[in-house]
């Protein structure tokens, strides 16, 4: 059983991924959104939490992409299980909360800025299904 359980936002636009880069304790890049409260759904959570962390926006479409468990970013001693969904945002997303700042990451950009899940797990995966082309990531 993983020690954190969170719902992930993958939000494409341009052949881009949003990620976000937290204050503390890591500067390695996330997807939006964060832990499960208790009694909470996923798709609240993701809801709650890209509304705090990117402020004015609304999330359309969700579709589940399925269930990750990694080493968590920051401290690969625990783990993490990320329930991700694909989603459209409406509204400009903005760095709000314990977000540093939003990042669009692509296929050129370093793929060692990335949170473990997203290297190791989630984006091979996403791409040996098709479902993103980001080919250095």
């Known amino acids: 059983m993983a020690d954190f359980?969170?719902?992930?936002?993958?939000?494409?636009k341009d052949?881009?991924?949003?990620?976000?880069?937290?204050?503390?304790p890591t500067s390695l890049l996330i997807l939006?959104?964060?832990?499960?409260?208790?009694g909470?759904?996923?798709?609240?959570?993701l809801r709650r939490e890209c509304r705090e962390e990117l402020g004015d926006v609304e999330i359309a479409n969700l579709n589940h992409l399925g269930d990750?468990?990694?080493?968590?970013?920051?401290d690969?001693?625990?783990?993490?299980?990320?329930?991700?969904?694909?989603?459209?945002?409406r509204g400009?997303?903005?760095?709000?909360?314990?977000?540093?700042?939003?990042?669009?990451?692509?296929p050129r950009d370093d793929a060692a800025l990335l949170a473990?899940?997203?290297?190791?797990?989630?984006?091979?995966?996403l791409r040996r299904r098709g479902l993103i082309a980001l080919e250095d990531a």
Request: hydrophobic fraction near 40%; proline fraction near 6%; charge should be negative.
């Open 76 to 89: 690969e001693n625990k783990t993490v299980k990320i329930e991700l969904f694909a989603g459209e945002l």
């Open 5 to 12: 359980h969170k719902a992930g936002l993958l939000h494409l």
């Open 32 to 38: 939006p959104g964060g832990k499960l409260e208790k």
């Open 116 to 125: 473990p899940s997203l290297r190791n797990i989630i984006l091979p995966d």
């Open 15 to 24: 052949g881009r991924i949003l990620l976000c880069r937290k204050e503390d």
């Open 92 to 106: 400009t997303p903005a760095a709000h909360a314990e977000i540093k700042e939003l990042v669009w990451f692509g």
């Open 40 to 45: 909470e759904t996923a798709q609240e959570c």
């Open 68 to 74: 990750y468990e990694s080493p968590a970013a920051g």
